[in-house]
């Protein structure tokens, strides 16, 4: 048996066959056991000869089989090894990386510039009071200036989305209570407007209020050349208009020069060589009061600008519906 048993094991070329081999010697109906089985048909004397030879087959095949079964995994080893194998000095394969929308990255940059000019953050609502867009902003109902702003209207009678971010003036001038402000809200903004090349129907603004002692307009003219220096660069000159808004007094609208060597400058400046980046003007005194400020002891300024045309304006971008599609071939470009 030892010698049929150490043949076969030799001609088992895998681990499955190996296991089968353990099966027919050493399971439940294998030869070992009716070896041992015939034990009681042995006489008397020959029984103890017998079982001390068994148990040496026994022992000597359990080792032929153990062993044999250490090579067959050494082997397998050797050739998934080999045959697949595994460089770990290659570079790692490059990950998708993410990134802000372009949308986010100006607001930031936005930011950053006038945090430098000392400017807070402040945020409000999207969602406002009638009283808050348009009356405690000088235009009370049936005011006509209220057509200059097509109005989401909500369910609820007096709830409007906020069509620009300047009744966060007055949140802010009630937050401060009577104290010196300096601050920006950006925000998103909602108009009920014909989507185009250069409208959305949502957007994002940002808002600028200063209100003290003595703030005047040339306060405002500084502020708004050097943030537009830093935006466009050195060398831009800042044009100032004047203009209407219920809410500033007087009221103006800011263009910068685009630079004549760019190609695109016709395009952008519809070939008058300026280009409108936003509304501004010196704070109502019915808004200093709405916000709980004394006009004959206060002034301020107050300006409204829109980033992503800033954007569209800095990489002549010429359809601002990019910006809310999702394509990545756009949104990877930034
Ligand atoms: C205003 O909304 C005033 N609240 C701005 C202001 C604030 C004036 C404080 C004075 C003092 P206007 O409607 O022009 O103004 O919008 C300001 C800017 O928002 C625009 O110059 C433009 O950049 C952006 N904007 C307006 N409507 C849209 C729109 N539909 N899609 C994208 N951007 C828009």
Not at 1 to 18: K, Y
Not at 31 to 45: E, R, S, T
Not at 279 to 289: D, S
Not at 299 to 319: C, N, S, V, Y
Request: aromatic residues 10%.
């Amino acid at each position: 048996l030892e010698a049929r048993g150490v043949s076969e094991l030799a001609t088992c070329g895998d681990e499955v066959a190996l296991r089968e081999w353990n099966t027919r010697y050493f399971g439940d109906n294998g030869l070992m056991k009716a070896a041992f089985g015939k034990m009681g048909a042995i006489p008397k004397d020959q029984k103890k000869v017998f079982g001390e030879e068994a148990n040496r087959v026994k022992g000597a095949l359990t080792t032929a089989y153990e062993h044999a079964l250490a090579e067959a995994k050494e082997r397998r080893l050797q050739i998934s090894l080999t045959t697949n194998p595994l460089d770990v000095t290659l570079p790692g394969r490059p990950r998708a990386r993410g990134r802000l929308h372009p949308a986010t990255q100006i607001l930031r940059q936005i930011y950053t510039i006038f945090a430098d000019l000392g400017f807070q953050v402040y945020r409000t609502r999207e969602v406002e009071t009638d009283e808050m867009n348009f009356e405690f902003l000088n235009m009370p109902a049936h005011h006509p200036a209220r057509d200059m702003w097509d109005t989401f209207f909500t369910t609820t009678p007096g709830v409007v989305l906020r069509t620009h971010t300047s009744p966060g003036q007055i949140h802010v001038m009630r937050e401060a209570a009577g104290k010196p402000i300096r601050v920006i809200l950006p925000g998103m903004c909602y108009r009920n407007e014909a989507i185009s090349t250069r409208s959305e129907i949502q957007f994002y603004q940002v808002e600028g209020l200063v209100v003290g002692e003595g703030v005047t307009m040339a306060d405002l003219k500084g502020t708004i050349s050097a943030f537009a220096r830093r935006m466009f660069g050195p060398e831009r000159q800042v044009r100032i208009r004047s203009s209407y808004f219920p809410f500033t007094e007087p009221s103006i609208e800011v263009d910068i020069d685009w630079p004549k060597d760019d190609p695109n400058r016709d395009r952008l400046t519809k070939g008058t060589g300026w280009l409108e980046i936003l509304g501004a003007g010196m704070v109502h005194p019915n808004v200093l009061r709405a916000g709980g400020y004394d006009p004959d002891k206060v002034t301020g300024f107050a300006f409204g600008m829109g980033p992503q045309r800033m954007l569209m304006l800095k990489h002549a971008i010429d359809d601002i519906r990019l910006f809310w599609q999702n394509d990545l071939r756009f949104l990877k470009q930034f």
